[in-house]
């Protein structure tokens, strides 16, 4: 995608894999089956390298973390969300990444798994 720089495609393809998450997300299978929970957490790796990775916010309207970490807790889904966003998150290594930590934007993401994982030992 970046070798052809179409920027309308770029966002086609984002677009394509956030409909696939919230299809999975909204899915009961996730809480029992292993592989759908995989998927979710590929499909989360695949965001994150068409996003962070090049430097490309995740917007809110798009994937909204907190609204899915506290959807997911109400509903048990707790169990894929959290892989999902940390597969996302995962991508923000890089030397030239500009969402590496002590971004707002990454702590803020990073408070909002801190505090589901909490309150599900609760």
Same mark, same amino acid.
């Given at each position: 995608?970046?070798? !052809?720089?179409?920027?309308? #495609?770029?966002? @086609?393809?984002?677009?394509?894999?956030?409909?696939?998450?919230?299809? =999975? &997300?909204?899915?009961? /299978?996730?809480?029992?089956? @292993?592989?759908? *929970?995989? %998927? #979710?957490?590929? #499909?989360?790796?695949?965001?994150?390298? $068409?996003?962070?990775? *090049?430097?490309?916010?995740?917007? @809110?309207?798009?994937?909204? &973390?907190?609204?899915? %970490?506290?959807?997911?807790? *109400?509903?048990?889904? %707790?169990? @894929?969300?959290?892989? &999902? $966003?940390? /597969?996302? %998150? +995962?991508? =923000?290594?890089?030397?030239?990444? !500009? &969402? *590496?930590?002590?971004?707002?934007?990454?702590?803020?993401? #990073? +408070?909002?798994?801190?505090?589901?994982?909490?309150?599900?030992?609760?």
């Amino acid at each position: 995608l970046t070798a !052809i720089d179409a920027k309308e #495609l770029d966002k @086609a393809v984002r677009v394509a894999t956030v409909k696939a998450v919230d299809k =999975i &997300f909204k899915s009961d /299978k996730i809480r029992t089956e @292993a592989s759908e *929970r995989t %998927l #979710l957490k590929n #499909l989360g790796s695949w965001y994150g390298q $068409i996003t962070l990775a *090049r430097n490309i916010p995740v917007l @809110a309207r798009e994937v909204n &973390f907190k609204a899915m %970490l506290h959807d997911a807790l *109400r509903t048990g889904k %707790l169990i @894929a969300v959290v892989p &999902f $966003i940390a /597969k996302i %998150l +995962e991508h =923000i290594v890089g030397p030239k990444c !500009i &969402f *590496r930590p002590p971004n707002p934007w990454t702590m803020c993401q #990073l +408070e909002h798994l801190l505090t589901s994982t909490d309150r599900k030992s609760v």
